[in-house]
């Protein structure tokens, strides 16, 4: 199975900071990388797919980039609805596998 | 409306069963992959099991041999039979359609599995 890395595991934010969070698999999975959102209490959102496709309905400061094994998701300008933990997940090889999270906190 | 929306779940002891179910509206669950991801307390995503539209079926080592995945056609509804459940598999339950490029929306609302005595 392809193992996903991200860091930093954790990290805290201001509002209006630019956050960057990277993931980095174990083999090259071309652009097949997707990230998501998740609160607690709720299901994930997916916000990124083919690593930079941004999903209908997500606000615009979101942005992904990277191919081969290395990945990043930007946000340009935290926002107070931001503060969420985040996922990346491969979709190169079965089976699809995640990274273990980054959780952005309000500093 | 493209939306899933799940039910079953709860407590359960050792060794005992459970049927999770997984209602899809806006699309049907025959034509696509339809997958079941779990989050254990405090932990990450792992894809448990999926269904895809010819019909084959994937488990994870985890689950293999004690979880069943299926779908109702004419219900458009997605299963997952869980038998001989241990306490690792004490999760949040959440189905999913996988798209073509393997990225996953909607999500399930989620569903509470406890496996204790």
């Known amino acids: 199975d392809i193992q996903m890395t991200q860091s930093p595991s954790s990290l805290s934010a201001s509002v209006g900071d630019r956050v960057t969070i990277t993931c980095r698999a174990s083999q090259s999975i071309s652009h097949y990388l997707n990230w998501y959102q998740q609160t607690p209490g709720k299901a994930p959102k997916v916000l990124i797919y083919a690593a930079s496709t941004l999903q209908s309905g997500v606000p615009s400061r979101f942005s992904g980039s990277g191919s081969g094994t290395d990945f990043t998701l930007s946000i340009s300008s935290l926002q107070p609805e931001d503060f969420a933990t985040y996922y990346c997940q491969q979709s190169y090889s079965t089976p699809w596998t995640f990274g273990q999270g980054t959780k952005v906190e309000i500093k | 409306e493209v939306q899933l929306v799940q039910s079953g779940g709860g407590l359960v002891q050792p060794g005992g069963s459970l049927r999770l179910s997984c209602a899809a509206s806006g699309f049907l669950v025959s034509d696509t992959y339809m997958s079941w991801v779990r989050q254990a307390p405090g932990k990450g995503l792992e894809v448990v099991s999926v269904?895809?539209?010819?019909?084959?079926?994937y488990y994870a080592d985890s689950v293999k041999g004690r979880f069943t995945i299926s779908r109702h056609n004419s219900k458009n509804t997605l299963y997952l039979q869980m038998n001989s459940l241990r306490a690792e598999d004490t999760a949040v339950y959440y189905c999913a359609r996988d798209h073509s490029d393997g990225w996953f929306d909607p999500w399930g609302q989620g569903t509470l599995v406890t496996v204790s005595s």
């Open positions: 269904i895809y539209s010819g019909g084959s079926t």
